[in-house]
């Protein structure tokens, strides 16, 4: 076999879905985690420098936001390596069916992990469809936010409105609690918050980690319909090769009853 012949063997044996899947999964991971992780220290750096002077009164929600951070460390860890191990798996099952009529065998084993596989993506899904959501949570509070400093640089709004009259209330979305100093930004001191650059970072950053969980969302619906497939696969491939061990002990023993009806018709002759 040359070496050309040898390439397209080996591109034979690659499962694609699997693989474009897992980089889908890895951008989605990465983004989220980046973004998220960085957009949370902004966060806390605008509200301790314009709502919340008060160290007490965010104490809590640093802890939460600190706990948050490392939490996305472990979302990371784990997802490069249970990308990994779908890849794995996806080779594992390609290769099961790409040599359906030769000596590899599938195991019950093997049936039994890509079950647990399917049902473990299928809980991820669930669970990263609310990740998703609550991501776009911050984006929507830093959208008003963005849409009222917005307004209020129109000019026809200035002409009707007295700008100091328009205020940004973060209490009321329970961030901090009501008692918090001064808790809210109104007229040129909110648009001063929207020119800084911790809000433009945040916000934006925010945008793009909603899109990688929507990505990690689709990776995974991704991987869930691989995963289904490849485990009816398996599942065929055992019994396609049950029926030929049947088929291969009938003929043996078509063989040897022909072989000893011959002796007999030999002994005879």
């Known amino acids: 076999m040359g070496c050309f012949e040898c390439c397209i063997k080996c591109l034979g044996g690659v499962p694609y879905a699997s693989l474009v899947a897992t980089i889908l999964c890895f951008s989605g991971v990465a ?34 936001i600190q706990l948050m951070q490392y939490v996305i460390y472990g979302i990371a860890s784990f997802f490069f390596l249970y990308g990994i191990i779908l890849l794995a798996e996806g080779f594992y099952t390609t290769s099961a069916v790409k040599e359906l009529h030769s000596e590899f065998k599938t195991t019950i084993c093997g049936r039994c992990i890509s079950g647990m596989f399917v049902f473990l993506t299928y809980i991820l899904g669930v669970a990263w469809l609310g990740v998703f959501g609550f991501s776009a949570v911050p984006v929507f509070l830093f959208y008003n936010m963005w849409s ?7 000019p026809m709004f200035n002409l009707t409105t007295n700008i100091e009259s328009i205020c940004v209330d973060v209490r009321q979305y329970g961030i901090i609690p009501w008692n918090a100093t001064p808790g809210k930004a109104c007229g040129s001191t909110l648009g001063d918050i929207c020119n800084t650059s911790e809000f433009y970072l945040s916000y934006h950053l925010y945008i793009v980690a909603c899109a990688g969980a929507g990505a ?6 991704h991987f869930l319909m691989i995963l289904s497939a ?17 088929k291969m002990k009938e003929e043996r023993e078509l063989q040897d009853i022909t072989s000893r009806s011959k002796e007999c018709l030999n002994s005879y002759t």
Do not use: P
């Open 31 to 64: 983004l989220f985690c980046g973004c998220g992780h960085v957009a949370l220290t902004g966060t806390v750096t605008i509200l301790e420098t314009h709502f919340s002077k008060v160290t007490s009164d965010h104490a809590m929600l640093t802890d939460v």
């Open 148 to 154: 009222t400093c917005a307004a209020m640089r129109s």
């Open 216 to 221: 990690t969302v689709i990776a995974l619906i």
């Open 230 to 246: 490849n485990w009816a696969y398996l599942k065929d491939a055992s019994q396609m090769h049950a029926y030929q061990d049947i």
